[in-house]
């Protein structure tokens, strides 16, 4: 009887360890390679207008521009040249997982690819202004991998 | 001042109790934290606030010769590297950039600032004479090029570059020639700052999730980490060379609460890690020079 308790305690011990082990290298693939790791979800997701969400996101130390993400902005193009007289700030942002200087240059190489974009798509530059806040304003607060995805992302606001 | 003479007659090295450290206050949530400028007597006392919290401050950085402190602002949501006076109160724009400035910090003779600045998605290196207002661009590369720190003599830079893919440690000549990376460990380095005695350079390290603050000679060799935690970063030297302080984060919940910043301190020895007690939470610590000179 005995025995078998302790045999059930090794097992749940050795299937912790196991575990514990996994979630290590998951976490490890996230933070430090090239790994795809880009919000694909709607949580946070705010809207210009019916149809027409305000932010894109990107995977941990990227800026490139996922399909997601391009077709987001592409959204946002076509809303900006139907409303001509609109302006918008283009805030970039980054995961709390970096140094704040290297996430404030990151936040906005983040921003300006999403610049790039809208004005490849026909929105007239003047139109759009870029600012980084670096990991200075998490969307989500918490810290796990799920809410620094939320927060590794450039959002398109109003400025009039 | 009476407890730097006890140090050094029983360490033979110079004290550094004569000594100020500039920190930002944090207060609030997480999504919307209030950042203030502070600034402190090393061991924690006499804190004194020197901005109201109405913007965003990061990253003040202490004069070596003044008291003056450099530090980047969002006011009016322009970020911009500025420099102020915090005996006078009296604050100014540094240079006329048309985008971010940023990770400003003094040259050893206190005449120049150097920073990034970021445009078109590409931050890279320049300094500003603070007299004669004069501009020089040190890197030119697509790259993020930044948190650059002066070696103690003047001669040399060393900054943190995105160029090989990752974060990564490099020097340079102080003309911007010369450029050489250093860090090939495992794992991302940033914040590199050049210890007043010349011969370390401090780090922030990224390595399987965890945050580390370390030191290499300035050449690469002789990587050594002093500490690790789920997130620290930003070593600032004492003015001896002798003690590193930093700000340390703990996680928060999944509802965004528990999670704050503190400042510590540590031995170059990696031991004697002790928490610097603040009245609010606590980043961004930057030690002065000893304020009754050489």
Redesign the interface.
Known sequence: MLFKNLNKVALALVMTLFLGACA?QQ??TT??TKGDDAYTGTETVKFLADGVPDRVFFST?K?ELTSAATTTLGKQATYLKANPTLNVVLEGHAD???????N???G??RA??AK?YLISNGVAANRIK????GK?????????VL?WSQNRRTVTVKTN | MISDKIYERLTGEKGYFDSRIIYVSETGPKVDKKKRLAVMDQDGYGVKYLTLGNELVLTPRFSPTSQQVTYMSYFKNLPRVYLLNIETGIQDLVGDFPGMTFAPRFSPDGKKIIMSFAQEGNSDIYTMDIKTRVVEKLTDHPSIDTSPSYSPDGSYITFNSDRSGFQQIYTMKSDGTNVKRISFGEGLYGTPVWSPRGDLIAFTKLYRNKFYIGVMRSDGSGERLLTENYYQEAPSWAPNGRVLVFYRETASDSSGRGGGAKLWSIDLTGYNERLIQTPTDASDPSWSGLLSGK
């Open positions: 290590t976490a490890t933070t430090t130390n800026s709390e997982r970096g140094t704040r200087e290297y404030l240059a990151l906005e190489r300006t690819a790039n870029v600012l980084s806040y200075e304003k998490p969307a989500n607060p918490a810290s796990n809410a």
